[in-house]
């Protein structure tokens, strides 16, 4: 499965120098302020993938889909805020095998971010359980937004893998955060 995921150019170089990127907890946006909304995620990436290789904890992001068509992110765009302005950044296309792969709703996934709910179809007076609440953030998952009448004529569609490896690297592009 081709995706594309865009990395420091630190987390590359090390991706040359070891056969293998991760996540590290330590470099994390949001400096763990959606460390619960991240934890679900690797739980149902362990429900739906597998277990995580020894040590990891968090997935590494990357796009499936951009704005409707399968194509690489337009950097004009995803070359924001990926740390300060002038900060090296690289584009990876990879080649991944799917079952390593867990693809999600990139919309939706900020409903998960913010603590929000996913319930279809919602009324605004009931009184949803935490419980329930968080079983809605399963409705990410269905990339083809089946439920309700939801449409999503530009969907973006993430997708999430516990590593990267080297040897599915087909292309890096170098950019710098604008």
């Given at each position: 499965?081709?995706?594309?995921?865009?990395?420091?150019l630190k987390?590359?170089?090390?991706?040359?120098?070891?056969?293998t990127l991760?996540?590290?907890?330590?470099?994390?946006?949001?400096?763990?302020?959606?460390t619960e909304?991240?934890?679900?995620?690797a739980e149902?990436?362990t429900?739906?993938?597998?277990?995580?290789?020894n040590?990891?904890?968090?997935?590494v992001?990357?796009?499936?889909?951009?704005?409707?068509q399968?194509k690489?992110?337009?950097?004009?765009f995803?070359?924001r805020?990926?740390?300060?302005?002038g900060t090296?950044?690289?584009?990876?296309?990879?080649d991944?095998?799917?079952?390593?792969?867990?693809l999600?709703?990139f919309?939706?996934w900020?409903?998960v971010l913010?603590?929000?709910?996913l319930?279809?179809?919602?009324?605004?007076?009931?009184?949803?359980?935490?419980e329930k609440?968080?079983?809605s953030?399963?409705?990410?998952?269905?990339?083809t937004?089946?439920f309700?009448s939801?449409?999503h004529?530009q969907?973006?569609t993430q997708?999430?893998?516990?590593?990267?490896?080297?040897e599915w690297v087909?292309?890096?592009?170098?950019f710098t955060s604008?």
């Open positions: 499965m081709i995706l594309w995921t865009i990395q420091h987390a590359y170089e090390k991706l040359c120098e070891t056969g991760r996540a590290d907890a330590k470099h994390l946006i949001f400096n763990g302020e959606f909304a991240y934890r679900w995620m149902q990436m429900e739906r993938i597998g277990t995580a290789p040590g990891i904890v968090f997935p992001w990357a796009w499936y889909q951009w704005e409707g399968r690489r992110p337009d950097m004009r995803h070359s805020g990926w740390g300060e302005k090296p950044i690289v584009l990876l296309t990879i991944v095998p799917e079952n390593l792969v867990l999600s709703d919309d939706y900020h409903i913010s603590d929000g709910d319930i279809f179809p919602y009324s605004e007076t009931a009184c949803y359980s935490k609440k968080r079983n953030w399963k409705n990410i998952f269905d990339i937004c089946s309700d939801e449409e004529s969907l973006s997708a999430t893998l516990w590593e990267i490896k080297k087909i292309k890096a592009e170098h604008r």
